[in-house]
């Protein structure tokens, strides 16, 4: 989803690119959190907390997997510039949102929201609301998720420059199989 960003950043005045990002993440994980909250309400507390620290590692190992898996090739600048070149022929008018709207706004709006529909951190909200306080895991993730967005819009081609996909991957694999070994030795409440 990064790159998408980037180089939405990079057509098109950042702060409408901004806006559209960031209300897409906040609209996600709100979504996230509610399904996550109604899950113990589906399956018991306990079930949801196994299965929330299953994903834990599971996201933890795939991180890990595509990091090591990187040989460092650059083809996803190109690729997504393609798809958004595509995009830009294809895309059709939506008179009534435009009218309070800017495209540019709609245009990174949908794309993350599509970008990021059941990726890992969509299904780690969902889990983590269903076992820990939704409220906090809206506040944690729309936080999370607006630093990582300012960083990608402000210097997202110098910091994709300095810091390679696979540090980002390795780091986010350890960082889930942190959080797997919190969540296994932490007690359910029933």
Known sequence: MSSLVQILAMRHPRRPVLLGCLA???VMTVLSALVGW???NLISHKWAHHITTLLFFVFGLWSLWDGIKDDGDDDEFAEVEARLDDDELKRQKRPFLSQFFSPIFLKAFSVTFFGEW?????LATIGLAAD????GVVLGGIIGQALCTVAAVLGGKSLASRISEKIVALSGGVLFIVF???SFLSTVES
């Open 38 to 40: 109604a899950t113990p």
């Open 24 to 26: 897409s993440l906040s």
């Open 180 to 182: 797997g070994i919190q």
């Open 118 to 122: 059941g990726d890992k951190s969509q």
């Open 132 to 135: 820990e306080n939704p409220l």
